[in-house]
């Protein structure tokens, strides 16, 4: 275990459903608690490594809803070392009330920018990348990993993503004819990732290598007035960097999920 998080961290006790689930992959892996109190919330996280290269890909998984979010960060780890942080929400999207994916804003001024954020975490946003940072190989991005819903309607929000929706900020570029329907693979309007920056034109450059290999873009024009404190704003707008990379399918789409893993790691 690293170091610099050896404080941070306690043994792994109480399983979760998505533990239990995976008892024996999780037997050949590093498993620890991360939690800490901040305000009112009282987090918790499930921090999985593996102990023959610790070093290496690092996903974080915002939303214990996300079941097969979590089976493909085992399958990532397994196969390509590195880890993931997940955090543990009772099976729930939300923490208490909380989106964990619009906490990353640490001051009053983020809070009040970002209208899903309730209180500045300051201390959330710390811990979470003093995790990403001791176990991801500077090669690779920031990662991420997220189902949605299939198809874009219903009530909006992250739940609802799909190709066939483009705003002036969230640009669609898809590498095949998109296709709607239940969990079609690479072609679903849901089988997608997000990269993001601050320029209103994304880097085509980038776009093209991932398209080349099947993969559907979505591409978020970051700026700091429309900033939501979700992970990739903290990423491009306090960090400065666009390495950036959430890979998102439909909810239980776990083959897609990990076809575009494998993809999205062979350019690394
Ligand atoms: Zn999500």
Redesign the pocket.
């Known amino acids: 275990m690293p170091a610099s998080i050896a404080s941070m961290t306690k043994e792994f006790t109480t399983p979760t459903n998505d533990t239990l689930r995976h008892t024996r992959a999780l037997s050949s892996l590093c498993v620890k608690e991360l939690s800490f109190r901040e305000g009112k919330y009282h987090w918790r996280m499930l921090l999985v490594w593996n102990p023959q290269q610790p070093k290496g890909a690092f996903w974080y998984l ?2 214990d809803n ?1 079941n097969v979010a979590f089976d493909s960060a085992l399958y990532a780890t397994r196969t390509y070392g590195g880890g993931f942080l997940s955090v543990i929400s009772n099976d729930e999207r939300l923490f208490g009330g909380q989106d964990p ?1 619009r906490n990353f804003g640490t001051t009053a001024a983020h809070t009040r920018v970002c209208s899903e954020q309730k209180y500045p975490a300051p201390l959330y946003v710390a811990h979470v990348f003093k995790v990403i940072d001791a176990f991801r190989e500077r090669s690779y991005p920031y990662l991420a990993l ?2 949605n819903s299939n198809g874009y309607t219903g009530n909006g929000g ?1 739940g609802h993503i799909s190709m066939l929706q483009s705003s002036s900020t969230v640009l669609s570029y898809p590498a095949h004819a998109i296709r709607q329907g239940q969990r079609l693979g690479l072609s679903d309007e849901d089988s997608l990732i997000f990269i993001a920056s601050t320029t209103r034109t994304p880097n085509l450059a980038k776009i093209k290598r991932f398209n080349a290999l099947g993969i559907n873009v979505k591409y978020e024009w970051v700026n700091a007035n429309r900033n939501d404190c979700s992970m990739s704003n903290y990423v491009v707008l306090t960090l400065g960097s666009s390495a950036y990379i959430n890979i998102e399918v439909e909810h239980g789409d776990s083959d897609t999920q990990k076809a575009i893993i494998d993809k999205v790691l062979s350019l690394y």
């Open positions: 915002p939303h996300e994916n997220h189902t992250e």
